[in-house]
């Protein structure tokens, strides 16, 4: 990935130097620039206004002290934060990330991709993400709890429903978004909606759970329909067997592809008669277990410790577990088994070199910032009903979920024909993306 257009490589250098301990985030704006170099040699108007220089800075990152007291009544201190990243679309949004990697770089990288996905969408949803360095595995409720209570105390004061709308990501579930809801709304004395992936019964909408799972199928099909085909009959392994993951399971289920394979941070199950879904949403959803315990409940399926999924033959990939998961030796193993298709559910699962290689092997390729997007997507039909006290039936938001996923895959195929980057759709992606954001900081003024 180089960057050849003198403004942008000058600048890159400059963000290089600026953020030198931050290789997620720098992976994730070096993406980006790549593409937009064919809009920075057809816009001056925006390097005059100092968009790509003021876009790849937050507006605001906050990193903060959460302290709480575990069941062996030891005081434990963890480290929080919240990027709000650009606000020139909407308040910002974006998930917060529970997890023991989560640092400055990883959140930053994610709410710069959410800058991008948000104005896929076609919503107003500005971009922001935020998490803290916290392992909920192994933990009790109870600690879950107190956890969430001390990091929404801080958090209380920067958050808002037009301001800052959080929602889940990794470690993040239901259960989080309650205790966080709870103590937003104990502190705040209100009942808003200042989060979205709640619980039905205050304020959550239908498909919400289901939604990034769902479009990622809906893209997917709108991918494979534009080479005359579908999911119908194929193959599909998928990474991860988190809330992403279980969801594009049962819809690529539905739509007739036979999933065949899921992992989590320890390992993979690979069932070659498809993966019951009901067992997974038990083990996982139900237990909180380990993916290994599958083959407890389905003896022919195997089990398989380690991170060697992407050797599994499938006509499809859909990496939904985290970032940098799917190297260029797993994309070489994937071409040479013959796989047609990879969308991305996570957040830049695929490194750049394996990104380089689908697209050498004319392998269709979907970016997560496009691909992904139906989570925050649903999130922001979430805000809507919610500020019209209203509740939407399944049917209503998953034919919308469908609509925007139709319109995230036609525009970003249209930026990219008109940016003569053919069928191309990471820089479609990110053209599409950007200059929407680019056009209302420009009206916005200098800030
Ligand atoms: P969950 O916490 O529900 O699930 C995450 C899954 O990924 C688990 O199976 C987990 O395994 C696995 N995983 C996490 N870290 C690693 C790792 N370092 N190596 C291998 N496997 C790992 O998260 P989600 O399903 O919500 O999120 C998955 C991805 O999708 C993330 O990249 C997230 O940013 C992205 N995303 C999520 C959206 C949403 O609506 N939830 C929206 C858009 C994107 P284990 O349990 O062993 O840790």
């Known amino acids: 990935m180089t960057i050849q257009h003198p403004y942008l490589q000058n600048l890159f250098a400059d963000i290089q130097k600026r953020n030198a301990n931050e290789p997620e985030f720098l992976q994730a704006v070096a993406e980006v620039f790549s593409s937009l170099e064919v809009v920075a040699y057809k816009r001056p108007d925006l390097l005059e206004a100092g968009i790509f220089d003021r876009i790849v800075e937050p507006e605001r990152m906050i990193s903060f002290r959460v302290a709480w007291v575990d069941d062996a009544n030891t005081v434990r201190v963890n480290r929080g934060y919240r990027v709000q990243f650009n606000s020139a679309l909407g308040p910002y949004k974006g998930g917060i990330r529970f997890h023991p990697s989560v640092n400055a770089s990883i959140i930053k990288f994610l709410g710069f991709e959410q800058i991008f996905k948000n104005s896929l969408t076609g919503l107003l949803l500005g971009g922001g993400k935020g998490g803290a360095d916290f392992d909920p595995k192994g933990k009790s409720d109870g600690e879950v709890m107190r956890f969430c209570q001390a990091f929404m105390t801080e958090l209380a004061r920067h958050i808002g429903a037009h301001t800052d709308v959080p929602a889940g990501d990794i470690g993040v579930g239901a259960r989080e978004i309650g205790f966080l809801f709870g103590q937003y709304k104990r502190l705040q004395n209100e009942f808003t909606g200042v989060l979205t992936g709640k619980g039905l019964t205050y304020g959550g909408s239908l498909v919400r759970k289901e939604a990034t799972g769902y479009g990622l199928c809906y893209f997917v099909q709108e991918m494979l329909a534009s080479k005359g085909t579908s999911l119908a009959g194929k193959r599909v392994v998928i990474s991860g067997s988190g809330n992403v993951a279980i969801y594009a399971a049962e819809k690529a289920t539905a739509l007739g592809a036979c999933v065949i394979a899921l992992s989590d941070s320890s390992g993979y199950i690979v069932d070659p008669k498809g993966v019951n879904l009901a067992v997974i949403k038990e083990i996982k959803e139900v237990r909180r277990g380990r993916i290994s315990e599958y083959t407890q409940y389905v003896p022919h399926a195997e089990y398989h410790p380690g991170f060697g999924i992407w050797n599994v ?135």
């Open 313 to 447: 033959p499938c006509d499809v990939a859909l990496p939904c577990a985290t970032q940098n998961e799917l190297h260029g030796e797993d994309a070489a193993v994937l071409v040479k088994n013959g796989c047609i298709a990879v969308a991305e559910g996570a957040n830049m699962p695929c490194t750049p070199e394996a990104v380089d290689i689908f697209h050498e092997n004319g392998i269709l390729f979907a970016p997560g910032k496009a691909s992904n997007a139906g989570g925050v997507a649903t999130s922001g039909l979430e805000m809507a009903q919610n500020a019209s006290f209203l509740s939407w039936s399944f049917e209503e938001v998953d034919c919308r979920l469908q609509q925007i996923m139709k319109n995230i895959y036609k525009n970003c195929r249209k930026a990219a024909e008109d940016y003569g980057c053919g069928d191309n759709l990471v820089a479609g992606a990110n053209i599409a993306g950007f200059l929407k954001v680019a056009e209302a900081m420009l009206a916005q003024g200098v800030f």
